[in-house]
T-cell receptor
Framework: AQKVTQAQTEISVVEKEDVTLDCVYE???????LFWYKQPPSGELVFLIR??????QNEISGRYSWNFQKSTSSFNFTITASQVVDSAVYFC???????????FGTGTRLLVSP | DTGVSQDPRHKITKRGQNVTFRCDPI?????LYWYRQTLGQGPEFLTY????????KSRLLSDRFSAERPKGSFSTLEIQRTEQGDSAMYLC??????????????FGPGTRLTVT
């Protein structure tokens, strides 16, 4: 069975601090896909990144970086020099072979104060 | 390029009434998904279509729920005899699947249903 765990319910930081959001997943498939989505107060889920199980290279995009480790079944997300606009709920999600349904974690609410 | 659109954005209904939601996917996307999100939770999968074929339905989708995608473009989700437990945000997403290539899902703004 597929499962995604985001143990951090809420994180509060001050602007310019770095913050890491944790994601641990469970799957029996050898081929799977991991995602991060952002849900700002407006409510619309915004796609951030997709990672394939056979590609363990870490990725950096501006202030965002992702660390994928199959050995620990983790796909963590770091925001460097956080900004107030980063305040949102962040969801980690998993999809198995065939790229069908997404299984989401319960989300981490990030509050960045000025 | 317009994104996924959903209508209505908000719906308040009385228990026992039927409601229907519409989703218009990104035009070139052949897959369309429905999810439900309750407060403080992540979205939960309900069903998905590839073109007009409904390929998977979650156990969450009781007999009171039905979804259609008649011409492989827009989709409707109907809930019959609504119950207070149906109150949630209903999210639609679309994606492209081509051969063995699959792409990420893009979400619409959602329809917030309140059953009184």
């Amino acid at each position: 069975a597929q499962k995604v765990t985001q143990a951090q319910t809420e994180i509060s930081v001050v602007e310019k601090e770095d913050v890491t959001l944790d994601c641990v997943y469970e799957t029996r498939d050898t081929t799977y896909y991991l995602f991060w989505y952002k849900q700002p107060p407006s409510g619309e889920l915004v796609f951030l990144i997709r990672r394939n199980s056979f590609d363990e290279q870490n990725e950096i995009s501006g202030r965002y970086s992702w660390n994928f480790q199959k050995s620990t079944s983790s796909f963590n997300f770091t925001i460097t020099a956080s900004q107030v606009v980063d305040s949102a709920v962040y969801f980690c999600a998993l999809s198995e072979t065939g790229f069908q349904k997404l299984v989401f974690g319960t989300g981490t609410r990030l509050l960045v104060s000025p | 390029d317009t994104g996924v659109s959903q209508d209505p954005r908000h719906k308040i209904t009385k228990r026992g009434q039927n409601v229907t939601f519409r989703c218009d996917p990104i035009s070139e996307h052949n897959r369309l998904y429905w999810y439900r999100q309750t407060l403080g939770q992540g979205p939960e999968f309900l069903t998905y279509f590839q073109n007009e074929a409904q390929l998977e339905k979650s156990r969450l989708l009781s007999d009171r729920f039905s979804a259609e995608r008649p011409k492989g473009s827009f989709s409707t989700l109907e809930i019959q005899r609504t119950e207070q437990g149906d109150s949630a945000m209903y999210l639609c997403a679309s994606s492209l699947a081509s051969g063995r290539s699959y792409y990420e899902q893009y979400f619409g703004p959602g329809t917030r249903l309140t059953v009184t």
